[in-house]
């Protein structure tokens, strides 16, 4: 299975008020973040990571890559600087890159940290994933019913957990 994800932001106290998560402080987001990562995503899965893992340096963003399952992809975001730190490790992802196209279950896929006005494949059912704006879940309902095949992947927008290509093919199927 894929799936993805984005903004993280791990060990970020600010980014709770900031977006109006569920949390009382950056320890609680960090458990339930891994604790809903991990019961949905299998050591077998592939995740793509579209930036903003964690803007707390190198050690802390090992930490918490290695307590989450999977074959970790990162699409690079505005708060990723700790991959360019000499103290981190990049085997801890499968792949590190700036933009990326797969195609799963006949679907393209547009990845980028970035939502896009127009993408590759933009009129001919490609899906644009993006997280960056911490949108909520009404943004991707505006999305669909507006005819846009947009997609916001980070946790704000997915109940604070990752989302597989195959829910995110269905919810513009339905």
Known sequence: MIYFTADLH???????????????SAEEMNQ?????????????DEVYILGDVTMKGADLAAACLYALQGKKHLIRGNHDKFVDSELF???????????????????HFILFHYPLVEWNG????????HGHQHNHKDYNLEQRKNGVLRYDVGVDANHM??????????????
């Open 32 to 44: 339930d973040l891994i604790r809903k990562w991990n019961r949905k995503v299998s050591l077998e």
């Open 161 to 174: 957990e990752p989302v597989s290509a195959s829910e995110i093919i269905q919810f513009f199927h339905s």
């Open 89 to 107: 490790e990049p085997s801890l992802f499968v792949s590190i890159q700036d933009y990326k196209e797969i195609t799963y279950l006949n679907t």
């Open 122 to 129: 933009y009129r001919k059912g490609a899906i644009m994933l």
């Open 10 to 24: 791990f060990y970020h106290d600010k980014i709770i008020r900031h977006t109006q998560r569920p949390y009382h």
